[in-house]
């Protein structure tokens, strides 16, 4: 059992208001409209008391998980609603303080959820007592958490706080990254999680990729890239900063895998259906010993519109 949680988050967004219990429970199977082949031995568990229609976080996460070359992994998704922002910070892990919108029934209610979830899991005593009352200090005190959590071995906990003020196309890309995040499968090798913690690449890599499944996955191929470059220039042109881990890092290493894919140097298929991340690759294969990398970091934000369509200049990609 690992001694601490791996947190794989990046806090961009949260939810907002109706407030029912829903729970959802099923198993991750192969759509045959989709052209991925899926081994699927994982599950899917929904907890949630916004008001995002757990129906849709259902369509949504088995849709993503349907795409995945394989999904071992067994999650527990968790949701609630927040209010205004009260302050920066708060909690031991890097949430913000809102006003809490949901009532102490709801929680008492997530929280048995969810302490019967770890039961089933691989999850010993002491970490089961921990986490539970983290959890319980960030619903009860609205944090706006957007996090994915490796518990122990293949059991995730996904947490997605939604403010009032989150649009409908926010919320639906939290639900995908995050899920996308508990599909990669070495973020649970312990032994990996170290290397990528030291590494100047591995973190960016996994955003990346996550990122660039999300927006595929919300406006199509064509779309979808030219939406992520878009947001790539914009938080480029917002600083001027020319690194790949700097703001929006989401944005930014999206555009890297971009980048990689029109190169030859990565397969668009072994992100969209996770298999990127079943051995530890950023770690063995991606480090700035490998000179498409650093011409990767060197290139990822010369990009231009072309009659509304984003794309790299001939530039970038003659680097």
Known sequence: ????????????????AMLLISTITTNCSKDSANSATT??????TIENVSDLATADMQTWSTTAASKMSSQTSNILAVSWNVGAQVKEGGFNRPFNTHAVTITSEQIETLMTKISSWLDTSCADDSTKTEELANFRNYITNGADASAHLVMCGVYRIVLMAFPSTMSADDRKSVVIHEFYHAFQQDLADEACGAKRDSST?????VEGATEYFTFIELYGA???VSKLLEKALEAYNSDNDTAITGSSITHRAGAGIRYMIEKGWITESSILDGSFFHSCITESDYTDTNANIVTTKANWYKIEATNGVYGFTAAALGG
């Open 39 to 44: 081994t699927a031995t994982g599950s899917i």
């Open 1 to 16: 059992m690992p001694k601490h949680r791996k947190l794989i988050m990046i806090n961009r967004f949260s939810l907002s």
């Open 222 to 224: 064509t779309a979808g």
């Open 201 to 205: 690449n591995g973190k960016w890599l």
